[in-house]
């Protein structure tokens, strides 16, 4: 069984800093993994998806995320954070062939002017 | 409609009653899933469909719980004699995948559930 573990419930940034969230997953099998992001009073929206092939993704909105399996990471990052980023974070994993998807507890991001 | 649809977006109910939930998927799309989140909380799997059939209700936490999709379009949730503990915002997504689970999950915002 997959599981998904995100360090940090809250997460507060200056605007145009770094932002660094972190996700490690647990699968017995190469996984696939998720980053989603939820803003008040609304469903998640993807940012980005590892499913094969290059282990950097490209996500929306300038985010990035790389899968470190010697780590069992996928750890969001981006530049420079912008105040529209203020939001809560997940981080998922399923397993291939798998239609069931585990979600983390979510970190939500602040970030101060 | 260009995203998924669920209604209502509010919904109070005194505890004991039944209580309906809507989803409305991406036109096409094959896969739907019902999820519960807790406040402060991620979401949690309750059920899944491909099409009409049912393939995975493994998180439906008890048989108060149940979901259908009979024409493979519209779902709805039903929660019968509800609980406190039922109090949880209620995400469907659908995704065009049919089988291999590497299609993103498209999100509606959701069905907020109070029971008083």
């Known amino acids: 069984a997959q599981s998904v573990t995100q360090l940090g419930s809250h997460v507060s940034v200056s605007e145009g800093a770094l932002v660094l969230l972190r996700c490690n997953y647990s699968?017995?099998?190469?996984?696939?993994l998720f980053w989603y992001v939820q803003y008040p009073n609304q469903g998640l929206q993807l940012l980005l998806k590892y499913t094969t092939g290059a282990t950097l993704v490209k996500g929306i909105n300038g985010f990035e995320a790389e899968f470190k399996k010697s780590e069992t990471s996928f750890h969001l990052t981006k530049p420079s954070a912008h105040m529209s980023d203020a939001a809560e974070y997940f981080c998922a994993v399923s397993d291939r062939g798998y239609q069931k998807v585990t979600f983390g507890i979510g970190t939500k991001l602040q970030v101060i002017p | 409609g260009a995203g998924v649809s669920q209604s209502p977006r509010y919904k109070v109910a005194k505890r004991g009653q039944d209580v309906a939930l809507r989803c409305d998927p991406i036109?096409?799309?094959?896969?739907l899933f019902w999820y519960q989140q807790a406040l402060g909380q991620g979401p949690e799997f309750l059920t899944y469909f491909q099409n009409e059939a049912q393939l995975d209700k493994s998180g439906l936490p008890s048989d108060r719980f149940f979901a259908e999709r009979p024409e493979g379009s519209v779902s709805t949730l039903k929660i019968q004699r509800t609980q406190q503990e039922d109090s949880a915002v209620y995400l469907c997504?659908?995704?065009?995948?049919?089988?291999?689970?590497?299609?993103?999950?498209?999100f509606g915002d959701g069905t907020r559930l109070s029971i008083l």
């Open positions: 699968s017995s099998v190469p996984p696939y």
């Open positions: 997504a659908s995704s065009l995948d049919s089988g291999g689970g590497n299609q993103p999950q498209h």
């Open positions: 036109s096409g799309h094959v896969s």
